[in-house]
Nanobody
């Protein structure tokens, strides 16, 4: 059974930067498309950024130009670099693994809180 463990969340001031990490274990990381989602209080969980096994990336319009997703397959890790953060970026950020091949299950990490405030 695979496991995803996020880290790097915390309190950051508006305009600041933060890098989230998600380390996978128990899976063949290279066969998974990876993504970051977030969920703010009272709102639905939304996709923030995705990176496919090919390295192709996609971003939500709200974070384009500010956030960067990357992956290190040798380290089984996906990152989310968050620059120029805004109060509306405050949320619990979740890592998600979606298999690119049949026969494997998708799964989530436990989440890490990001709070943007003075």
């Amino acid at each position: 059974q695979g496991q995803l463990v996020e880290s790097g969340g915390g309190l950051v001031q508006p305009g600041g930067s933060l890098t989230l990490s998600c380390v996978a274990s128990g899976i063949s990381f290279r066969i998974y498309h990876m993504a970051w989602y977030r969920q703010a209080p009272g709102k639905q969980r939304e996709s923030v950024a995705t990176i496919r096994t090919s390295g192709t990336v996609n971003y939500a319009d709200s974070v384009k130009g500010r956030f960067t997703i990357s992956r290190d397959d040798a380290a089984n890790t996906v990152y989310l670099r968050m620059n120029s953060v805004k109060p509306e970026d405050t949320a619990v950020y979740y890592c998600h693994a979606n298999p690119a091949v049949v026969g494997y299950a998708a799964f989530w990490g436990q989440g890490t809180q990001v709070t943007v405030s003075f």
